[in-house]
């Protein structure tokens, strides 16, 4: 069974940093690429995020690039989120998802508060 459980979310004042972490199972993670999405209060859900595997090319939405990098631990079936010089439109619930066999897969969910 395929599961993506997300922690890492929490709250963090502006220009803060958090790290998301992404745990895989029920599937080969060295073979998949995993999103990173996000979900804001009245929002549309958004990609944000993914890496690949073979090689390990990365993606970033333009709201993101040059603060948050994504990397990969198969070894742990981790994927992580680093985000760095957090703003407020940063708030959102956070998401990583997979697809395998033609499914698509999603965590529940971590919930990121920028505030001051």
């Known amino acids: 069974q395929v599961q993506l459980v997300e922690s890492g979310g929490g709250l963090v004042q502006p220009g803060g940093s958090l790290r998301l972490s992404c745990l895989t199972s029920g599937f080969t993670l060295n073979y998949n690429a995993i999103g990173w999405f996000r979900q804001a209060p009245g929002k549309q859900r958004e990609s944000i995020s993914c890496i690949g595997f073979s090689p390990n090319k990365t993606y970033y939405s333009d709201s993101v690039k040059g603060r948050f990098t994504i990397s990969r631990d198969n070894a742990k079936k981790m994927v992580y989120l680093q985000m760095n010089s957090l703003k407020f439109e940063d708030t959102a619930v956070y998401y990583c998802?997979?697809?395998?066999?033609?499914?698509?897969?999603w965590g529940q969910g971590t919930q990121v508060t920028v505030s001051s």
């Open positions: 998802k997979t697809e395998w066999y033609g499914n698509e897969y």
